[in-house]
Nanobody, 127 residues
Framework: QVQLVESGGGLVQAGGSLRLSCAPS????????MAWFRQAPGKEREFVAG????????YYAGSVKGRFTISRDNAPNTMYLQMNSLKPEDTGVYFC????????????????????WGQGTQVTVSS
């Protein structure tokens, strides 16, 4: 299976910004769907944002819409999450996920649908 590697996490103050990156390591191909999930302390993993290709369709969780922007390129096949106006509630481990299929509707927000995952990058937002 393909290994995904996240980077760009760190410690920022509320209102600050970070940009996360996710790139495959080893065997790779053109993914139909790539997404970001996060897990806050004491909470279950939740969907953050996802993007499909071709015909890039973008989806955001309501809690991040208007503040986060997801994007991707193919040279290499890297996905980004630009996070602005960060809040302490955004603190958690952020995971990238990818699947060869173009996931539709609610499937895109279900972690069980994704074949490939990264190990996560920590994002901490202080008040």
């Amino acid at each position: 299976q393909v290994q995904l590697v996240e980077s760009g996490g760190g410690l920022v103050q509320a209102g600050g910004s970070l940009r996360l990156s996710c790139a495959p390591s080893g065997r790779t191909f053109s993914y139909g769907t790539m997404a970001w999930f996060r897990q806050a302390p004491g909470k279950e993993r939740e969907f953050v944002a996802g993007i499909t290709r071709p015909g890039d369709r973008i989806y955001y969780a309501g809690s991040v819409k208007g503040r986060f922007t997801i994007s991707r390129d193919n040279a290499p096949n890297t996905m980004y999450l630009q996070m602005n106006s960060l809040k302490p509630e955004d603190t958690g481990v952020y995971f990238c996920a990818a699947d060869p299929h173009q996931l539709l509707g609610g499937l895109l927000g279900r972690s069980s649908e994704y074949d490939d995952w990264g190990q996560g990058t920590q994002v901490t937002v202080s008040s």
